[in-house]
């Protein structure tokens, strides 16, 4: 059970992130430093929640 509501929050995490990047990617002189560092940490939290998902269960 901690492991789903874990992968949950990830999940809300990684979707708040696409979110900031979707908004930032609008602007006319979008932040290409907030868009790397923000994609770096999408990408961090979808490496995470795979290994979760593959890691096997005690």
Do not use: C
Not at 17 to 43: M, S, V
């Amino acid at each position: 059970m901690a492991l789903d509501a874990h992968l949950t929050e990830l999940s809300h995490r990684h979707r708040a992130l696409d979110r900031k990047i979707e908004e930032e990617q609008g602007r006319p002189t979008a932040n290409e430093f907030k868009l790397a560092e923000w994609k770096r940490q999408k990408l961090r939290l979808k490496d995470e929640m795979e290994r979760l998902r593959l890691e096997p269960q005690h």
